[in-house]
Every structure is written in structure tokens, then in C-alpha cells.
């Protein structure tokens, strides 16, 4: 299985599946005073951080191999205190997806995973002219994962006429 789907996995455990508190007193390094507000903390405390690109954040770090993009429209079962900025659109976060891989991050992203809670293919065709393109003509790896409420998921690639790989 691919590293970055391995990470986006253990990170949509821990919102659908386990709860935070749970995690807390495994062990983990960090204090909370309190259950983490944003993505990005969980995505960095619970399913491992590193050298990957998150969105949603308000964070401009350095461009990486891996970025994983994260469009949910309802709050998962375990992070109830995610913020109301937590929530992009999936045609808001696709435009992201675009400006990173063929903008910002272009030479050095090689894989990205979008996350999505909703299917809805029409959200995807104004972009997937540049979807196609990043795969095709760069060579890159793009996963379109579709997140149930239970927290398991399907690549749906092929719903929206991109290679599953």
C-alpha cells in the first residue's frame, strides 16, 4: 500500500473510529489542556505528521513528496470539536489540489490524496482537464478517496474518469 494512503488511513481512524481522548491516554507525547481543534493538530498528533503537504492549514511550509487534501462536510464521529474553517468544499479544496500540483509544489509533490465525505462528480468537472494532466503528462499520483460515515473508504477514482492505478 502506498506510505501516503497508509497515513490518510490511520488518520481517518482516528476521526471516525477511535476516540481522541483514547489516543491521549496511550500515551501520546503531547499534553492537551484540550482535544485538538483543527486537522492539521490531529493529522501532526495522532496519525504521524512528517513531510506532507495538509490541507486544510493556514500553514505556507516547504513543498513535499506527499500532500494530502481533506474535504469533509459533517463533523467524523471523534473530532466533534473541529472548527467551522475545517470544512472546505470539495470544489474549493479541488482548486487547492490544482494550484499545489501544477502551481506551488509542482516539481516536487509526486502524490496526492484528496478526501472527501461527499460524491458528487459533477464538483469535479471543471478540474478534471487538470486532474487528467497531472497524472498523464506529469506522471503523478492522484487518489480520490471517498469516506463513509463508519470511517472506511473506496477509491472512486474511476467515478470521475481518472486512473485508479
Not at 497531472?134 to 470521475?160: A, R, T
Request: contains cysteine; neutral net charge; glycine residues 6%.
Amino acid at each position: 500500500m502506498n506510505k501516503t494512503l497508509e497515513t490518510v488511513e490511520r488518520l481517518l481512524a482516528i476521526l471516525f473510529k477511535s476516540s481522541i481522548k483514547e489516543l491521549m491516554i496511550d500515551g501520546i507525547s503531547k499534553d492537551y489542556g484540550r482535544s485538538p481543534t483543527t486537522l492539521l493538530e490531529i493529522f501532526e498528533e495522532f496519525a504521524g505528521g512528517g513531510r506532507v503537504n495538509f490541507y486544510p492549514s493556514d500553514s505556507k511550509g516547504r513543498c513535499h513528496e506527499e500532500a494530502i487534501f481533506m474535504s469533509l462536510s459533517k463533523k467524523p464521529k471523534h473530532a466533534q470539536k473541529l472548527r467551522r474553517k475545517e470544512f472546505v468544499p470539495l470544489d474549493q479544496m479541488l482548486q487547492h489540489v490544482v494550484q499545489h500540483m501544477q502551481g506551488a509544489c509542482q516539481k516536487t509533490t509526486k502524490t496526492a490524496v484528496i478526501v472527501t465525505d461527499v460524491i458528487n462528480t459533477d464538483v469535479f468537472a471543471p478540474w478534471l482537464n487538470n486532474l487528467k494532466n497531472i497524472q498523464d503528462v506529469d506522471g503523478k499520483d492522484i487518489y480520490i478517496l471517498y469516506v463513509k460515515p463508519n470511517g472506511n473508504y473506496e477509491i472512486i477514482n474511476h467515478l470521475v474518469d481518472l486512473s485508479a492505478f
